[in-house]
């Protein structure tokens, strides 16, 4: 089974509101990282949050991390409709040998 | 600079038919990914290469898959006697020296059907 799973599978939201997303995952990290795909194509690279961090910021984003709960959370602030995409954790477990876990993601619909 | 590039960017091919895909990773980054993506889901971890050497080929999910990676640069990823199941969208990444654990850039990836 996936490390990472994403809760809700899917989101629909007006634009200007908030959007939260949540990750899931079953093992020790050494950090977690969140990924937006366009299209079922190439993934972009949002926001990456270590083991010891608890909470991040990049622009509209904001990142929270909470390992005794071995869970993560996305918040999309003041939504666009550009923003409408599939949204992916990923973890990276200490000694992973580099190789990322992907959870089954959140497809976000921003409507107009 | 050029990210991670890959081809082709959409593939058909009749099943039992073999397929190349090829990733062109990003200039000077020596570890490089391939995952596997099908409809609606998340991705896949194929194998992994450090150099030229693939370290971790436990994602593979048969011996009909291979992938090789020559001059630290390019990577093939080949699939013999494709099956339907193997339809999917085919992820490679890079990560740099040095980076954050875990710090992969991905292409655009390849689509693969097979009829």
């Known amino acids: 089974s996936q490390q990472g799973e994403e809760d809700p599978q899917a989101l629909s939201i007006q634009e200007g509101e908030n959007a939260t997303m949540n990750c899931s995952y079953k093992?020790?990290?050494?950090?977690l990282q969140w990924y937006r795909q366009n299209s079922g194509r190439g993934l972009v690279h949002l926001i990456l949050?270590?083991?010891?961090?608890r909470e991040k910021h990049s622009g509209r984003l904001r990142v929270t991390l909470d390992t005794s709960k071995k869970s993560s959370s996305l918040l999309i602030t003041a939504s666009r409709a550009a923003d409408t995409a599939s949204y992916f954790c990923?973890?990276?477990?200490?000694?992973?040998?580099?190789?990322?876990?992907f959870g089954g993601g959140t497809r976000l619909m921003v409507k107009p | 600079g050029a990210g991670v590039s890959q081809s082709p960017s959409n593939k058909v091919t009749e099943k039992g038919k073999d397929v190349e895909l090829r990733c062109d990773p990003i200039?000077?980054?020596?570890?490089l990914y391939w995952y596997r993506q099908s409809l609606g889901q998340g991705l896949e971890f194929l194998i992994y290469?450090?150099?030229?050497?693939?370290?971790?080929k436990s994602g593979l999910p048969s011996d009909r898959f291979s992938a090789e990676r020559t001059g630290g640069s390019v990577s093939t990823l080949t699939i013999q006697r494709t099956q339907q199941e193997d339809s999917a969208v085919y992820l490679c990444?890079?990560?740099?020296?040095?980076?954050?654990?875990?710090?992969?850039?991905f292409g655009p990836g390849t689509r693969l059907t097979v009829t």
């Open positions: 990444a890079s990560s740099p020296v040095g980076g954050a654990p875990g710090e992969q850039y």
């Open positions: 093992t020790s990290i050494n950090n």
């Open positions: 949050i270590r083991s010891n961090e």
């Open positions: 990923a973890t990276y477990p200490p000694g992973a040998g580099n190789m990322l876990t």
């Open positions: 200039s000077g980054h020596t570890a």
């Open positions: 290469f450090q150099g030229n050497s693939a370290p971790d």
